[in-house]
């Protein structure tokens, strides 16, 4: 069973940067697409960026673009969320998924993302 396991969440204040580490389970990228979610307390879970299915493009949600950036180290298994000029908007537990071309299938356990003003 695919794992995934986010890291590198923190305190810091508005207009730093963070980057976030997701680690998975050997060979996912090369059969899962990969993505980011958050969730503020009391809110839905949204989606945040991901890679399309085939990995030649990324997607953002508008909260983010510009902001954010994902990427990958494939010889790692390691999808990354850079986050540059966060806001407290951002606050969030922070998911790495896991799917395919319609679905998302699998979850980490998140990582909190706190940012102060």
């Known amino acids: 069973q695919v794992q995934l396991v986010e890291s590198g969440g923190g305190l810091v204040q508005a207009g730093d940067s963070l980057r976030l580490s997701c680690v998975a389970s050997?060979?996912?990228?090369?059969?899962?697409?990969m993505g980011w979610f958050r969730q503020a307390p009391g809110k839905a879970r949204e989606f945040v960026g991901g890679f399309s299915w085939n990995g030649g493009s990324t997607y953002y949600a508008d909260s983010v673009k510009g902001r954010f950036t994902i990427s990958r180290d494939n010889a790692k298994n390691t999808v990354y969320l850079q986050m540059n000029s966060l806001k407290p908007d951002d606050t969030a537990t922070y998911f790495c998924?896991?799917?395919?071309?319609?679905?998302?299938?699998?979850w980490g356990q998140g990582t909190q993302v706190t940012v102060s003003s």
């Open positions: 998924a896991a799917g395919d071309a319609s679905s998302w299938w699998h």
């Open positions: 050997e060979g996912t990228f090369s059969t899962y697409r």
